[in-house]
T-cell receptor, first 110, second 115 residues
C-alpha cells in the first residue's frame, strides 16, 4: 500500500522560516512532488525531487532522502500569501500514478 | 503554452441525478489525463487516469465513470449521484514526452455539492 504522512496544520510568523516534513512508505518510488494549494483553488506545482539532496528555487527549497523515505519543504522569508496547504505527493511509477498526502495547512501570522 | 479547462466551476445536484463534468487540455498532444476528488479535510484521491483515447483505468470502485472521446478531452460521469459524491473534482494532465519532468498540472476544479 501507499502511505504518506505530513502534519495537518502549522503556524509561522511573517518573515520567518518554516519546514514542512513528509514521510512516505510506498511500493515503488520515482520521485516526490510538492504542491501548493490555496483555499478553494487547484494545486500548483512547486518542486519535484528525484535524487537525494536539497533543491532550491527562490524562497522555496525541497529536500529528499530516499533511504529514509523523508522529504521536507523549506519556506524562507515567509509572506502572508504563503498561507495555503502544502501537498506532498509520491510518484510510484506505473503510468505515473501519484499518491497525495492529506496536505499541511500553513497559516502565516503577522 | 498549455492550458487546462474544466466546467462547470460549481454544481449543485440532487441525489440520484446524473452528472457530467468536462475537462479539456490545449497546447499539448497525447497527454496523460487524470480525474481526482478532494473531499473536505481529505487528500486528493485518484479516480481515473487515461494514457490515450478510449483507454481508461479506474483506481477506486464507485458509481462514477470516465471517458476520453478525443485526445485532449476527458469526461467524468455518473448515472445516479450519491451524497458522498460531493467534493472538489480536479482534472490534471501530464506529458508523456519526457521522464523527469512528468509533473501533473491541474485544472481549476469543479466544486460539486449533492443534496
Amino acid at each position: 500500500g501507499q502511505n504518506i504522512d505530513q502534519p495537518t496544520e502549522m503556524t509561522a510568523t511573517e518573515g520567518a522560516i518554516v519546514q514542512i516534513n513528509c514521510t512516505y512508505q510506498t511500493s515503488g518510488f520515482n520521485g516526490l512532488f510538492w504542491y501548493q494549494q490555496h483555499a478553494g483553488e487547484a494545486p500548483t506545482f512547486l518542486s519535484y525531487n528525484v535524487l537525494d539532496g536539497l533543491e532550491e528555487k527562490g524562497r522555496f527549497s525541497s529536500f529528499l532522502s530516499r533511504s529514509k523515505g523523508y522529504s521536507y519543504l523549506l519556506l524562507k522569508e515567509l509572506q502572508m500569501k504563503d498561507s495555503a496547504s502544502y501537498l506532498c505527493a509520491v510518484d510510484s511509477g506505473g503510468y505515473q500514478k501519484v499518491t497525495f498526502g492529506i496536505g499541511t495547512k500553513l497559516q502565516v501570522i503577522p | 503554452s498549455q492550458t487546462i479547462h474544466q466546467w462547470p466551476a460549481t454544481l449543485v445536484q440532487p441525489v440520484g441525478s446524473p452528472l457530467s463534468l468536462e475537462c479539456t487540455v490545449e497546447g499539448t498532444s497525447n497527454p496523460n489525463l487524470y480525474w481526482y476528488r478532494q473531499a473536505a479535510g481529505r487528500g486528493l484521491q485518484l479516480l481515473f487516469y487515461s494514457v490515450g483515447i478510449g483507454q481508461i483505468s479506474s483506481e477506486v470502485p464507485q458509481n462514477l465513470s470516465a471517458s476520453r472521446p478525443q485526445d485532449r478531452q476527458f469526461i467524468l460521469s455518473s448515472k445516479k449521484l450519491l451524497l458522498s459524491d460531493s467534493g472538489f473534482y480536479l482534472c490534471a494532465w501530464s506529458s508523456r514526452a519526457g521522464h523527469l519532468e512528468e509533473t501533473q498540472y491541474f485544472g481549476p476544479g469543479t466544486r460539486l455539492l449533492v443534496l
